[in-house]
Antibody, heavy 119, light 107 residues
Framework: DVQLVESGGGLVKPGGSLRLSCAAS????????MNWVRQAPGKGLEWVSY????????IDADSVKGRFTISRDNAKNSLYLQMNSLRADDTAVYYC????????????WGQGTLVTVSS | AIQLTQSPSSLSASVGDRVTISCRAS??????VAWYQHRPGTGPKLLTY???ILESGVPSRFSGSGSGTDFALTISSLQPEDFATYYC?????????FGPGTKVDIK
């Protein structure tokens, strides 16, 4: 079975940093592009970042550009999100999402990890 | 960025009801739409993609339709496990965007 398990969330002060991880199993990780999607409290889903299968191509939402960095380690079947200069409006549950090989929809999701930015 | 709107924002329905949720894009996006079901405490679940293709394992009471700017998700006979929030997503161009969601609860 496909499994995506996020970790690394927690409470951080404004301006601080946090690194999220997503451990993938049950599928050939190296053949799928991966994404991070977030959901702020009481809000809808927001796509955050994309990374290609090799890590060569990255696309970020404008809201996180220059502050967040998506990366992957195919040897460890892991996806990461380095979050710097965190702001209160980055508070959200962050989901790791596998992108279908046939198109830009997300066919598997993790259970999410909560990031709270507050002083 | 392509904006998606959904209607209604919420609805109350009974088990067995037929429910239709609409999604409208701010510009034409062919059939590049997916629908997700999201229950609290879990990750979203893919229901349909390419506007109308049912994801493997998803019950046939779910169906998607539309093209261009207008799309819909229909649940033909609502079941207890279908009470959740539903989101449309466009993957025509980056940044990928989601609709604001439609919460379906029990009447």
């Amino acid at each position: 079975d496909v499994q995506l398990v996020e970790s690394g969330g927690g409470l951080v002060k404004p301006g601080g940093s946090l690194r999220l991880s997503c451990a993938a199993s049950g599928f050939s990780f190296t053949t799928y592009s991966m994404n991070w999607v977030r959901q702020a409290p009481g809000k809808g889903l927001e796509w955050v970042s994309y990374v290609s299968t090799t890590g060569e191509y990255i696309i970020d939402a404008d809201s996180v550009k220059g502050r967040f960095t998506i990366s992957r380690d195919n040897a460890k079947n892991s996806l990461y999100l380095q979050m710097n200069s965190l702001r209160a409006d980055d508070t959200a549950v962050y989901y790791c999402a596998r992108e279908s090989r046939m198109g830009g929809w997300f066919d598997s999701w993790g259970q999410g990890t909560l990031v709270t930015v507050s002083s | 960025a392509i904006q998606l709107t959904q209607s209604p924002s919420s609805l109350s329905a009974s088990v067995g009801d037929r429910v239709t949720i609409s999604c409208r894009a701010s510009q034409g996006i062919s059939s590049a739409v997916a629908w997700y079901q999201h229950r609290p405490g879990t990750g979203p679940k893919l229901l349909t993609y390419d506007a109308s293709i049912l994801e493997s394992g998803v019950p046939s009471r779910f169906s998607g339709s539309g093209s261009g700017t207008d799309f819909a998700l229909t649940i033909s006979s609502l079941q207890p496990e279908d009470f959740a929030t539903y989101y449309c997503q466009q993957f025509n161009s980056y940044p990928f965007t989601f609709g604001p969601g439609t919460k379906v609860d029990i009447k």
